[in-house]
């Protein structure tokens, strides 16, 4: 069996290694030259041992979405690039896309598509799914997360919690906030989470006032 990704790598890091020779690197610069190609290799020999896990790209009002995939689950929302993920245009399913539209458009019908969660302690885990019960345009305290989930005294763990929550959106933390009303912490920004919030807050007025007409 052959894995032409480690050996383009091999065969970069002994050019690197003949070209670092012959500039003369210190022992230093030798070690960091090294570094880098195990880093890169570890990287490929990932990518190569999970061919399951892939991620796609989905362009939002509120930036560039990257949705990671194992097999046919998502397993994880992410506003940052993957690193050591391979990249398959196209490959989210369409009735995934059509649903993160429908949201974004204001029109949310729910969210079908199947989660798996490949990381996170069953507490975490708990927490995150509890999050589907919020409605959309409505919002909930971190106490009330707490108490729904059987913890009534761990509002910090619950943040905490939130904070990891692999599926943003889809499982919607943004609409967790402080019970004095204040928005809270969100760990991809307040401004997308504000952004979020006001996204829904807007279209439910929108669909009430043109039901009230």
Sequence with gaps: MSFPLVGNLSSRFLTSRKDAGQAGMT???RILCYAQFYKSLCIAIKIMANPSLFYDTFESPIGMLYLVFFRKSLTEISFKKPSQIAFKKGSAPKSFI???EDFFRGNDKGFKQR???LKGTDFEKKIWSRLKDIPFGETRTYKWVAEKT???SAS???GRALSKNPVP???PCHRIIESDGSIGGYSSGINIKRRLLELEYYSEATKKQDNAT
């Design 27 to 29: 022992d230093f610069e």
């Design 98 to 100: 059509k649903e993160l």
């Design 115 to 117: 989660i798996d969660f």
């Design 150 to 152: 059987g913890h009534p």
């Design 156 to 158: 910090r763990a619950v």
């Design 169 to 171: 959106i889809v499982l």
